[in-house]
């Protein structure tokens, strides 16, 4: 098997979630260490290695460090290898100069492995994860009811409502069905 055929499985195969919470942003992430740690099962599977090396690269009067995640075949010596970059910022309160190279070395190396691993932020559909977030995120059976009586008592058809809007009523978030009562109740008033 080549290395392009290796790294092809791996692409596939492997899952990094983003499941760290910025509290401050209020948003989900991923870290280098994620990463490799879901990239540690397949080296002994595919016999591969990965190496990550840092550049310092100085444009005008910025500083970049370009990262560089290259993956290596043991059996054939062939290797691949994507690029990707940060800026130093100038100054990060309470940040010494090393901290501030490190953490740009840091946010290149993820970006560059997450271009060689085609890191997306899907989830797998088979996950517990992924299940709780549909069910989470699902309309409740009562906002589905509250839409259905409406559209009894207005004498609109559920299949029109659903098919003008494009929903599946089976996988209808609950935002969705928020606007639609929301619609109804512009239209129609208090229902």
């Known amino acids: 098997m080549s290395i392009k055929e290796k790294l092809s499985e791996i692409q596939q195969e ?4 983003k499941n760290l919470k910025n509290t401050f942003g209020g ?7 994620g990463i490799l740690e879901a990239f540690k099962p397949y080296e002994s599977k595919h016999k591969v290695f990965l190496k990550l090396t840092d550049n310092i690269i100085e ?15 043991i059996e054939t010596d062939e290797s691949i290898s994507v690029k990707a970059y940060a800026r130093e910022a100038e100054t990060k309160k ?34 517990d994860e992924y299940q709780k977030e549909q069910r989470k995120d699902k309309a409740s059976q ?5 839409i259905l009586d409406i559209c009894r008592k207005h004498r609109i058809d559920p299949d029109i409502l659903w098919a003008k809007n494009n929903l599946d009523p089976k996988y209808i978030t609950a935002i969705q069905a928020g606007q639609i009562l929301q ?6 008033g208090d229902d």
């Open 14 to 17: 492997m899952k990094a979630p």
């Open 27 to 33: 948003y989900n992430y991923r870290n280098l260490e």
């Open 59 to 73: 444009k005008g009067t910025r500083i970049y460090v370009e990262a560089t995640a290259e993956i290596y075949d």
């Open 94 to 127: 309470g940040m010494d100069d090393s901290q501030i190279t490190g953490t740009a070395s840091s946010y290149a190396r993820k970006y560059a492995l997450n271009g060689l691993f085609l890191l997306d932020d899907t989830k797998d559909a088979d996950t």
């Open 142 to 146: 009562a906002q589905i009811n509250t």
């Open 183 to 188: 619609s109804f109740k512009k239209k129609y």
